[in-house]
């Protein structure tokens, strides 16, 4: 038998080395299945009536620690936060990981370079729905949001305005085309709503269903005989 010369190593000993290095190596790296994603999800708020729906995405998406918010809104977001809720914009922003001005064009959501999953803009102005649907993306907002269109990304309007005339008709169909979904706030009623937050909660549920994040909000629909009242 072959017998190691000094400084020389066994076989047995270089195995042991090998487990040793490895098990270094797996303590600092994680197998790609095993890493913890965190998913980016960017939130828009413009100037709409409805600005509680972009308060409530905010406040179920923080309950998340898995999902990490990057906030814009509007200054008139801003007006309507003030006008319709208890809330300061301060207390909005305060609910979100990062919060961008929708002024800073060169924020990183600016870029397609930048990883994300999606955009939500909640409410939708019909003037952003307007600056989106023509690409017009002067403002941080709407730049991201024409980034996920060009990248194929998701992107959610959540467009609130009644009675709708034409040329809103066509921005909302030129919007859907270049790949926006469109959800306006659509109040479902077959969930028998006792309040106003109900109908809200339902609807931000049935937008996180199209990232398939699902807080657990939406009152799914059993089928007609479970429903019916009258039989
Ligand atoms: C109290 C209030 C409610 C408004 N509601 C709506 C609305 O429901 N839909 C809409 O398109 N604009 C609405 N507006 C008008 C927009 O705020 C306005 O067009 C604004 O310029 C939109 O700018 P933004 O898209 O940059 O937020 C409302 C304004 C105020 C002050």
Known sequence: MLMPEEGEFTSCEIVLQLLASSHRLMQHSKPYSEQVKLVQLIIGMSGASGVIYGIRLLQ?????????????????????????????????QAMADHVHSNKDIGATIASGSFRSDGMIIAPCSIKTLSAVANCYADSLIVRAADV????????????????????????????????????????????????????????????????????????????????????
């Open 148 to 231: 996920m269109l060009k990248e194929r990304r998701r992107l959610v309007l959540v467009p609130r305005e009644t009675p709708l005339h034409t040329g809103h008709c066509e921005l909302l169909l030129r919007a859907s085309q270049n790949g926006a979904i469109l959800a306006p706030p659509m109040p479902a009623h077959y969930i028998k709503p006792q309040s106003v937050e109900e109908l809200v909660d339902h609807h931000v549920g049935r937008v996180l269903d199209l990232f398939d994040i699902d807080p657990g909000l939406v009152k799914r629909w059993q089928g007609t005989r479970e429903n019916a009242n009258n039989e």
């Open 60 to 92: 179920v998406l923080q309950q998340d620690s898995s999902i990490e918010t990057h906030l814009v809104m509007s200054d008139s977001a801003k007006l309507n936060i003030a006008v319709e809720t208890e809330f300061s914009s301060k207390d909005v």
